[in-house]
């Protein structure tokens, strides 16, 4: 998918611009013609020297040198470009980015250019972790920009977490995988659950769990970047809908099991990764509950098994995925519930600790199949792990 192709790598000042060094390399080796474009602050990190030496190619680092043509060199590098790569892409790039800036030579183009365009941020945890940036982030998804996720590890900042930039041959894998499956869940239908739900006990209180969602829209959005025709229905959740999902949004098991039951016929593919309350208060108060009694007293009914029910009505060619969140016994509990429930794989983690399962950005995770297969992934993004996921989904299916 890379040969002949010409990648424009953007170089920004982060200390990880060392590793795009690697990354001009082995995208060349895989036939590429890579035309870098560095930043001011990139230069204090690596030579234009260095690139030019790597990609057999000028290197760009200003909107003012001496014109060596009539062409107009942003427009002109943006309309050459079959794909662009910012790597590192800072929390100040990023920013700058989202507010449509132009100010040097790597925004312009980007601007101008048509062509995908693959950022991979690298950055302090805190600084990743900021509502700002993530704001920033999110817009330029909205806008059809790509994001490689970050990895978790140790910075040069001293700090542990998420934040650092993958390794050279990820990012260009990532960029190689998202060209050729790009289009490869055309014609499919998938219906996604996602998010905890509230079970009321009065009109302020609920009984609910710790799910943000974050998984399920991930697949979500996943899905329909590979182009699926997706559902997702969620429950209450701080998140975002992915942009041309049709979105479902209810509160409570019930209104998830109707709006589950009313398009589950028409999907080719259901990933149940909502974490569905197993109970709801029998007798919900109209009025507040004040508080006169030491003690309170609910009485809690069983809630549809939503997941079973999909498995004992699952069509010939439907493909039925769950999710087993455990504090203990993982597989011995996920094994059961892949049979009881008649799935043809199941996602189980350990929700217990503190870098996977519920409110994290990573997971860590072990698939079982109806064949008895169990296979361990590494800890990686709740982004990566969807992907995964698709590309297991999408073996079970052909």
């Not at 942003?74 to 100040?92: E, F, K």
């Not at 991930?218 to 329909?224: N, P, R, T, V």
């Not at 309350?277 to 609910?298: C, F, G, M, P, Q």
Request: charged fraction near 20%.
């Amino acid at each position: 998918m890379l040969k002949d192709k010409n990648v424009i790598l953007g170089v920004t000042g982060g200390i990880a611009a060392y590793k795009s060094v690697e990354i001009a390399s082995r995208l060349r080796k895989a036939g590429a013609s890579v035309h870098v474009i560095m930043t001011h602050s990139a230069q204090n990190f690596v030579t234009p020297l260095t690139f030019r030496e790597i990609t057999g190619n000028p290197v760009t680092t200003t909107m003012w040198g001496e014109v060596t043509n009539y062409n107009v060199e942003h427009i002109a590098l943006a309309n050459l470009a079959d794909l662009v790569i910012v790597a590192p892409a800072t929390a100040n790039f990023i920013a700058k980015c989202a507010m449509g800036m132009a100010d040097d030579m790597l925004t312009t183009t980007l601007l101008a250019t048509k062509a995908p365009i693959f950022f991979a941020p690298a950055m302090n945890t805190n600084m990743y972790d900021n509502p700002l940036t993530q704001k920033n982030i999110n817009t330029l998804i909205e806008n059809g920009w790509n994001f490689i996720p970050p990895e978790s590890g140790h910075l040069a900042c001293g700090a542990d977490g998420l934040g650092r930039m993958p390794e050279p041959v990820d990012i260009v894998d990532f960029v190689r995988f998202t060209m050729a499956f790009a289009a490869d869940m055309l014609g499919i239908k998938v219906l996604v659950t996602a998010a905890g739900t509230y079970e009321p006990i009065d009109p302020v209180r609920y009984i609910g769990n710790r799910s943000s969602g974050k998984m399920g829209y991930a697949i979500a959005e996943a899905a329909k970047k590979r182009g699926a025709e997706v559902i997702l229905v969620s429950g209450p959740s701080a998140l975002t809908a992915p942009e041309g999902v049709n979105f479902i949004g209810v509160e409570t098991a019930a209104e998830m099991r109707d709006a589950v039951m009313n398009h589950c016929s028409e999907a080719d593919l259901i990933i149940k990764a909502a974490a569905v309350a197993d109970y709801h208060v029998r007798n919900v108060s109209d009025h507040k509950i004040k508080k006169n009694d030491e003690e309170l007293t609910l009485v809690l009914e069983k809630n549809p098994d939503i997941l079973k029910e999909l498995g004992a009505k699952k069509r010939i060619g439907q493909i039925l995925v769950g999710f087993a969140a455990e504090t203990q016994n993982l597989l011995e509990y996920a094994k059961a519930k892949l049979e009881k429930k008649n799935l043809d794989m199941i996602v189980a983690n350990d929700v217990s600790r503190k870098d996977a399962g519920f409110n994290t950005d990573t997971n860590l995770v072990k698939l079982l199949y109806r064949n008895g297969t169990v296979e361990e992934l590494p800890l990686m993004s709740k982004q990566k792990l969807a992907d995964e996921l698709l590309n297991r989904v999408l073996k079970l299916k052909y």
